[in-house]
């Protein structure tokens, strides 16, 4: 989903959500129905937190350039951590 931004002669600027590629150049304002065109924005990039950006920049970038290794993945540490109860009694390699 995307959010398109449309302004109405009486309302101003309306923000209306749909998905990616679908909107129409013209909608009715959603407050009094007159017709509205559609604006052209920068996108709301600088809002992103970047923590967040990195990971769905990983995962997007895992599902055509995964991560090459040279060995084995080590199992994650457990040290200091309880073993989840719920596979702790699953057999062990
Ligand atoms: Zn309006």
Redesign the pocket.
């Known amino acids: 989903m995307a959010t398109y931004t449309y302004r ?4 101003g600027p ?1 923000d209306v959500r749909r998905p990616i590629g679908t909107a129409p150049e013209t909608i009715d ?6 017709p ?1 065109a559609r604006m052209i924005t920068a996108p709301m990039l600088g809002l992103a937190d970047r923590g967040r950006m990195a990971v769905l920049d990983r995962t997007e970038a895992s599902r055509f350039e995964p991560p090459v290794v040279s060995s084995i993945p080590t199992e994650p540490r457990t040290r200091g951590r309880r073993p989840d109860p719920r596979t702790a009694r699953l057999p062990r390699p």
């Open positions: 109405c002669g009486a309302d309306v304002c959603p407050a009094c129905g007159g509205s």
